[in-house]
């Protein structure tokens, strides 16, 4: 079959008319673009005009179909840093964690309404820190103005403290002593041996005296001063070692004794005698020696005072009952 030349133009512009058609439903009639695209066919002489703007069905028929869709914007996930400071909870999660996250989705904030387990609302089961130093709190007097730096990250860190047993004044007798310092809560002891080292431990868990073994991992025990002290700080801390286990002897006979040798004040018969052992259940010095003492695993006291945390009345004191009944 034979095609003039007439019968391929009127092809030709039946099939540009279907096209502008289509354009002309999804466009503006007045717009330029529309005029165009209309006027684009035959010319008086019955040559075909090329369109002077590119027509294409497809794009035309997809501004159609998606007439009044709104345009789906890429979003990039948060930042760690973001999602903490939106949420207040720090996902720092593990390899394993993070693989049953595919799984099961990720760790909320606060499941089914409760606040995660964190060292901000419980410290003291973590070790202590050891280059950080609490704020001085408001009616601390000059012995306080020592200790209280010593205390970051404790449960005492911001609660006001009262001197409870001090053995010039009391006696260096142990019934004595407990009498004082028993179910009141955690503790800092303070001694000052006759060559004048500063020296105590903090007692998480304070006393009861039940004769038992009371666990902290955050108990610690510590020099004022010194040679020991890094550039800038006030003391050096000795952390718990070997897990929490025996961090305080709690035995009625005795004074303090932070670990069956670590820091033993046992009192009575033996007065003002203090004697220390330390790497079996306290870290030793950074130089290996095994006393808070220096060289002496023996010395004699001037002083030792014991502060508890002040307590409303009627408020909760934790740790106030023996081990397995005693909670925070």
Known sequence: MKYTTK???????????????????????????????????????GN??????????TLYLGDFFNFGKKEEQETTPPTPEEEAAQTGYVDDEDPIEKIFG???????????????????????????????????????????????PLLKNTNL???????????????YDPVTFHSKVDKQGGA????????????????????????????????????LGGKYAAAGAPAIKLRKVGGPGLAQMDLPESGPSFSPDALVIPLGKDGRLARSKLGSYYERLPDGTNSLFGKDSNV??????????????GEYIPFTDAEPFALY
Request: with cysteine; glycine share 10%; hydrophobic share 35%.
């Open 300 to 313: 004699q006291l001037r002083d030792l005072k014991v502060y508890h945390g002040v307590y409303a009345e």
């Open 102 to 148: 595919v799984f099961f989705g990720k760790k909320e904030a606060e499941p089914m309404g409760m606040k995660r387990f964190g060292q901000e609302r419980f410290p003291e089961q973590y070790p202590a820190v050891l280059d950080e130093w609490a704020d001085p709190v408001e009616g601390d007097d000059k012995e306080m103005e020592l200790l209280r």
């Open 7 to 45: 019968t391929l133009a009127a092809a030709s512009a039946a099939l540009l008319s279907c096209e502008s058609a289509v354009a002309f439903s999804s466009t503006n009639l007045s717009s330029p673009r529309s005029r165009s695209i209309i006027g684009n066919g035959i010319n008086n002489s």
């Open 188 to 223: 800092i002891v303070f001694c000052t041996t006759r060559a004048g080292i500063q020296c105590g431990g903090y007692n998480p868990k304070g006393w009861v005296g039940y004769g038992e073994a009371r666990g902290s991992i955050a108990a610690f025990l510590y020099i």
């Open 48 to 57: 075909i005009q090329q369109p002077q703007q590119p027509t294409s069905t």
């Open 157 to 171: 860190e911001t609660r006001n403290l009262r001197l409870t047993y001090d053995a010039n004044r009391d006696g």
